[in-house]
């Protein structure tokens, strides 16, 4: 009798701890389904708020690309990249002459990164295109460190540095750099070079590609004869 009140005792056992496991899942599963219900709900809420956001701008566009417009031509740029932005968020980023906007907004910024000589590398050309969201613009972007635009030379400083940088969303092709002179005609390729140039003013123009698209950039730069005082110092 004992053994048979102690099996009945044991089944009891475990017929209450599946009560209380499957009680347990339960409860789980129904507020795992609750969640997700819920959840749910709420992104079609989200959604349908999005949408709505994005008709009311897509209604009021062309105020919005008329206050854009009003902030780029007074050269206001960061105001001018937030909406941009926002058009960018609504696929709106090739509304009218947006690209184009967007293109000589990053020209200017990196360009304003010139100091004595241009310091530009890929990883700040990629940042900020990536900031201003033009990462499907393929330009090529050429900049000439040096010499800078209208600096003076003795025929005694030759050989001239010429030093660039050429950048796209395609990476960096400075080395394929072809430099070229007024007067002097091709002078040669890539991202740092030494020449001899003739006396005169010589308009060096430096150029790249990144197969698809060309970018230049050139400085204005004159070589001179020595004067009668270096040369008398250069004797002494």
């Known amino acids: 009798m004992k053994k048979i009140s102690d099996k009945t005792t044991y089944s ?58 009003k902030l780029y031509d007074a050269g206001e740029y960061d105001k001018a990249i937030e909406i941009i932005k926002i058009f960018n968020k609504f696929d709106k980023s090739d509304y009218k002459d947006l690209p184009e906007m967007k293109k000589a907004i990053r020209l200017f910024y990196l360009k304003k990164k010139m100091d004595f000589i241009p310091r530009i590398d890929l990883g700040e050309y990629m940042q900020l295109t990536k900031d201003i969201d033009i990462e ?13 635009y209208g600096q003076y030379f003795y025929a005694s400083d030759l050989p001239v540095v010429l030093e660039g940088v050429a950048l796209s969303i395609a990476g960096d092709f400075s080395e394929q750099i072809i430099w070229t002179s007024s007067i002097d005609g091709e002078l040669g390729k890539g991202k740092k070079i030494e020449v001899n140039l003739s006396i005169g003013a010589h ?34």
């Open 203 to 236: 308009e060096i123009i430096a150029q790249s590609t990144n197969g698809v698209t060309t970018g230049t950039m050139s400085v204005r730069i004159y070589i001179e004869k020595d004067p009668d005082f270096l040369k008398e110092y250069k004797r002494d």
């Open 136 to 148: 499907e613009d393929d330009s090529t972007e050429v900049f000439i460190r040096t010499p800078r």
């Open 12 to 69: 009891i056992q475990v017929i209450i701890i599946l009560a209380v496991f499957f009680f347990v899942l339960f409860n789980l599963v129904f507020k795992l389904v609750i969640d997700m219900r819920t959840q749910a709900l709420e992104k079609k809420v989200q959604e349908a708020q999005k949408e709505q956001i994005k008709q009311e701008f897509i209604t009021k566009i062309d105020v919005q690309y008329d206050q854009l417009k």
